[in-house]
């Protein structure tokens, strides 16, 4: 008898269980329709950050293979290539949910075209050690004397620094545009590299230096305005032409 009454406790236990996961995941899905059906307004409408914003959040509310297709979407419209890329993998490694044969070869068409529109930046080194290569502030990796560092980007502004565990230290800022190839030389031969000391480099500096300045004030007196919205557009650069459009296919995986 207490057999049976253990038993049937095991089975309610177990059904109330089955019960409230099943709620959960239908309450996620829920969410998760809502979310996506918001993104694809958002995204008729060209607001694609938002669009952005609210796969994001669908995906990590309830991991679809068709909302992370849709978000792989949106951010290869708005230029993020990398994260484009990375959610294509997923998709194609079954990280979602495992594709069928046709959206496989749809997945594998759009990996290819993201990865064609990354640029590349080559990293060219010489010096005396290895040197650590850090890319808007995160390390990208190292690169020996006389060897050659290659990344891939998204397209956009980029600040690059190249340092040497000596204290060398070069930085530079690039603008890179899909599909390009950059290679830049960095020389670093020791501590006394990581800024200009010299005084007859500086000498040489200070008439070019006065006429920028010259010139920075007459532009900045009658084209503040212009300047201001200049600014903001290159922190925020439009994707290429070739991305525009591509949105399309938002909801139909």
């Known amino acids: 008898m207490r057999f049976r009454i253990f038993i049937s406790h095991c089975l309610l236990v177990a059904t109330v269980g089955v019960c409230g996961n099943a709620k959960v995941l239908a309450q ?28 994001s959040r669908s995906l990590a509310v309830r991991p679809r293979a068709s909302t992370a297709y849709n978000l792989a979407l949106v951010k290869q419209s708005r230029g993020e290539l990398l994260a484009a890329r990375g959610l294509f993998q997923a998709l194609l490694a079954g990280e979602y949910e495992p594709l069928p044969e046709n959206r496989r070869i749809l997945v594998r068409a759009r990996l290819t075209e993201v990865t064609a529109e990354l640029p590349a930046l080559v990293v060219s080194f010489t010096g005396n050690t ?29 600040s690059v620094h190249v340092s040497t565990p000596d204290g060398g230290l070069r930085e530079m800022s690039i603008r890179l545009s899909a599909r390009e190839r950059r290679t830049v030389s960095v020389s670093i031969e020791g501590p006394s590299d990581s800024s200009p000391s010299s005084d007859t480099a500086s000498n040489r500096r200070r008439p070019r230096r006065i006429a920028l300045l010259v010139a920075a004030g007459v532009l900045l007196a009658g ?17 290429p032409d070739s991305f525009v459009g591509s949105v399309g296919a938002l909801a139909s995986f």
Do not use: K
Request: proline share 5%; with cysteine.
């Open 28 to 55: 996620n899905d829920c969410e998760s329709c809502s979310l996506d059906e918001r993104a694809r307004i958002a995204t008729v409408r060209g607001r694609l950050l938002d669009a952005d914003r609210l796969l």
């Open 130 to 158: 290895q040197a650590t290569v850090r890319i808007d502030g995160r390390a990208s990796g190292g690169v020996f004397p006389g060897e050659r560092l290659t990344l891939r980007l998204d397209p956009g502004a980029h």
């Open 223 to 239: 084209a503040t305005a212009t300047l201001v919205l200049t600014l903001r557009r290159d922190e925020f650069p439009a994707p």
